[in-house]
């Protein structure tokens, strides 16, 4: 019969590909990692790694047991859950957040959170879309703040709010003189992009139907990943680009009045969403952390509607 504690470093050999960091991870020496995954292969009869490639694989036979293994864990931290819960909020959440959302939506909610459930832990790391998902799914993540809908079964979304986009321009831009823009005012070769993998590129590509390849500097292929990178390019030189609604927050009033642009309604929007895998056991703290978002969010965003506007699916 295998052990929790065996179950526990048979995945974190599976993620590190290495029994010596496999061990570091799990704060325990390696012989005494590897002795316990032999004593669960040979309880189990099975292989579950191939030590013999480098680095470590783990076989066709091994990721069923793996797959195995973190639905007994996952449904004894469930347990864990419902034996501790004294009324009070407490525990630790592991909360995953698009870098282009992450610096507009944090400063908003995560202090008065942290007032309201000092007994609740929260772990935030700034992740990919892509990223946010896969963890998801392994349960490395409890839950995630991103643009929806993703189209995907294994996950469910709460909706936290919409979120219009802004054409941000530079006083050299011909959209400088515009007091409201369409899309087909938007050119694609003066648009700063963020880089590969981030949802929020993928969206200013749909709006603006622009060609990736485009640049706004014939000879300067620059793409970042950060919106305020983009901000201070546009500030001190030429181009556009696009922004969601928290980011215009800290804009100066001039830059409101002039370099920032509305879209004619329909006006394109994002869709933000706090998600978890089907297998969720932190309910309560989901459910505060989606209430105290909700609550801190500005008037004007917290709300819009769906009238006027037109969601835009990455």
């Not at 409201?180 to 993928?202: Q, Y």
Request: proline letters at 3%; charged letters at 25%.
């Amino acid at each position: 019969m295998a052990s929790l504690t065996q179950l526990d470093y048979i995945i974190a050999v599976d993620e590190e590909k290495n029994f010596s960091r496999a061990a570091k991870k799990c704060h325990v020496s390696q012989p005494s990692l590897s002795a316990q995954v032999q004593k669960l292969e040979d309880a189990l009869g099975v292989i579950v790694f191939d030590r013999s490639k480098k680095p470590i694989v783990t076989t066709a036979k091994g990721m069923e047991v793996l797959k195995q293994a973190q639905v007994v864990l996952r449904e004894h931290r469930k347990l864990k859950t419902i034996i501790n819960d004294r009324g009070e909020l407490s525990g630790t959440f592991k909360l995953g957040i698009i870098p282009s959302l992450s610096s507009y939506i944090l400063p908003l909610f995560i202090e008065s959170f942290s007032r309201r459930y000092p007994q609740v832990k929260i772990q935030i790391n700034e992740l990919k879309t892509e990223k946010i998902l896969s963890d998801l799914y392994d349960d490395k993540l409890d839950g995630g703040i991103l643009v929806t809908p993703l189209y995907d079964n294994k996950i469910i979304e709460r909706t936290l709010f919409f979120e219009k986009f802004y054409v941000f321009c530079s006083e050299s831009h011909k959209l400088y003189m515009k007091k409201t823009v369409s899309e087909k005012d938007l050119d694609s070769g003066s648009v700063w992009l963020l880089e590969e993998g981030h949802c929020f590129r993928d969206q200013v590509i749909k709006v603006c139907s622009l060609n990736k390849n485009n640049h706004v500097l014939e000879n300067i292929n620059f793409e970042s990943g950060s919106l305020e990178t983009l901000i201070n390019l546009i500030r001190q030189g030429r181009g556009y680009t696009l922004l969601p609604e928290l980011a215009t927050k800290n804009l100066l009033k001039s830059e409101k009045k002039n370099n920032l642009k509305e879209f004619i309604n329909p006006a394109p929007t994002r869709e933000v969403s706090l998600v978890h895998s089907r297998s969720f056991s932190l309910l309560d703290i989901l459910n505060a952390l989606e209430e105290e978002i909700i609550l801190n969010l500005p008037a004007h965003i917290k709300s819009l509607k769906r009238k006027n506007i037109n969601i835009i699916d990455i």
